[in-house]
């Protein structure tokens, strides 16, 4: 199994981007392109990472609230164990067994992130937590978010939005307990790797109202375009790369910044 992981506190330049790949996934780090102009802990709150193996590749974004402490925890728990076990060796995972192991898997993450961030600085820390897991031995992509970072699939029919609206918006870090709590602010889907070509997480600097982009739909439609043109073992980093990039010259357009995190999925040939 290979890893990695970008943390918000290792990439603090205005402007930079920090991307690291395997062939059919990458992740991108940004601290923005413009200065944050909201109320913020530290310069960069945000963290991805990515687990691959022969059985699948797993990707994940977080952006944190009141400090990166949260958000880092998050991604390395995921990594650290279920990542691993579903890339590697998934055994009776399926649709139908997706949300309860993704619960159990979110409710752990909450569970150490609260007690993790202790009497540390960063104490009120809570982050989002979006991840995709392509099973290519099963034909499936399956994800689960919590909070407002987005998860986008590309097809033959264009972009789209996976979108199962919960109950309520909450995130990793608040007083849930147990996977059923959770399961009230959490999106879960399931749906066949057949068809199509690319799954992009990505946190809100990209789409933030005022600091990102207009139509977030079209920049993943940019990007996926300039990634067709590479290639078939750089189109995920150039995907990550680009949709950070346009990021950035959102935050400079409009004068107003905020950290990006973006983590891509090639699926296709």
């Given at each position: 199994m290979r890893t990695a992981?970008?943390?918000g506190r290792e990439h603090v330049e205005l402007g930079a981007v920090a991307a690291v790949a395997e062939v059919g996934v990458a992740i991108a780090l940004s601290r923005g392109g413009a200065p944050k102009r909201y109320p913020?802990?530290?310069p960069n709150e945000d963290a991805a990472g990515f687990a691959t193996a022969d059985a699948g590749v797993c990707a994940a974004v977080a952006d944190g609230h009141g400090?990166?402490?949260a958000a880092e925890i998050a991604v390395l728990h995921l990594l650290a164990d279920p990542a691993a076990q579903w890339t590697a060796a998934p055994g009776r995972l399926d649709a139908a067994s997706w949300p309860r192991q993704a619960l159990a898997v979110l409710s752990d993450a909450n569970r150490d992130l609260r007690r993790e961030r202790g009497s540390r600085p960063g104490h009120a820390a809570r982050t989002t937590l979006g991840f995709a897991l392509a099973l290519h031995s099963r034909g499936l992509l399956l994800s689960a978010a919590v909070g407002d970072s987005h998860l986008f699939v590309v097809d033959s029919v264009?972009?789209?939005?996976?979108?199962?609206?919960?109950?309520?918006?909450?995130?990793?870090?608040?007083?849930?307990?147990?996977p059923e709590a959770l399961a009230?602010?959490?999106?879960?889907?399931?749906?066949?790797l057949a068809g199509l070509r690319a799954a992009v997480l990505v946190t809100d600097g990209l789409s933030e109202r005022g600091i990102g982009v207009v139509s977030p739909t079209a920049a993943i439609g940019e990007a996926v375009r300039l990634a067709e043109r590479e290639r078939h073992e750089l189109r995920a980093l150039v995907?990550?790369?680009a949709l950070a990039e346009t990021?950035?010259?959102?935050h400079r357009r409009n004068r107003a910044g905020d950290n990006v995190a973006v983590a891509a999925l090639w699926l296709s040939d």
């Open positions: 992981l970008l943390r913020h802990s530290d400090g990166s402490e264009g972009v789209r939005e996976v979108r199962a609206a919960p109950a309520e918006v909450g995130f990793l870090g608040d007083a849930y307990e147990g009230a602010i959490t999106r879960l889907d399931a749906e066949p995907l990550a790369r990021a950035l010259e959102a």
